[in-house]
């Protein structure tokens, strides 16, 4: 199946900082969305973003689909923003399913 | 509207029992997704469901099942529970869009196994 990377694996900022998490996948998609997952496991969804740039707020998301890759930025970070950040994409060829990276752990210290 | 609701939140069982957990969609929403989340990965997937046919399955063994009602609400089956069955289920409830392909994803808040 499709592969998806995602960089860095973890990372601690301060808060008031930004930020830039990284997906990469090794084949076309449909589908690519950004959830962060919270400390009781809830998927909150981020952006459903197959190609382009959207911006929520302090999040942004692009997705550059013919070079395989898509950035999350967040900006100001704040405390709350502590979590998991996760990519899944969905292949055009295939199975009609996300696929899930292993994520990047954000920890946002005050 | 609520969102995709997940029963129960917790659950304990003994190996070689079995569990069925269950999930109820988004309003409007046809088609439902199961995946398993062990600690420190990212979820995998189980299997999907469109109006009550099995429309992909993952890379799990037969004592996983499920199916899907007429009012679109899911169950997920699995017989002979073992230890490492133990992980995060989640729901997850979309559309399908043109082409077949999937309308954004949203998940329920989980139910958590736990095999002793």
């Known amino acids: 199946g499709i592969q998806v990377e995602q960089s860095p694996p973890d990372l601690i900022l301060q808060e008031g900082a930004n930020s830039t998490l990284r997906c990469n996948f090794s084949d076309s998609v449909n589908n690519l969305q950004w959830f962060h997952q919270n400390p009781w496991g809830q998927l909150i969804n981020l952006f459903y973003i197959p190609s382009g740039t959207k911006q929520n707020g302090r999040l942004s998301a692009t997705t550059v689909a013919t070079e395989r890759y898509s950035l999350l930025y967040i900006s100001s970070s704040q405390t709350t923003d502590s979590g998991v950040y996760f990519c899944a994409v969905e292949s055009q060829t295939g199975a009609n399913n996300l696929f899930f990276g292993t994520g990047t752990r954000l920890t946002v210290i005050p | 509207d609520a969102g995709v609701t997940q029963s129960p939140t917790h659950l304990i069982k003994t190996r070689g029992q079995h569990v069925t957990l269950r999930c109820s969609p988004i309003s409007g929403h046809k088609s439902v997704s199961w995946y398993q989340q062990v600690l420190g990965q990212g979820p995998q997937f189980i299997f999907q469901y469109y109006e009550k046919e099995e429309r992909g399955r993952g890379n799990f063994p037969d004592r996983f099942s499920a199916r899907q009602f007429p009012n679109y609400s899911s169950e997920l089956n699995v017989n002979a529970l073992l230890l490492g069955d133990s992980a995060l289920y989640l729901c997850?409830?979309?559309?399908?869009?043109?082409?077949?392909?999937?309308?954004?994803?949203?998940f329920g808040q989980g139910t958590r196994l736990t095999v002793v």
């Open positions: 997850a409830s979309s559309g399908l869009g043109l082409a077949g392909v999937n309308t954004e994803a949203f």
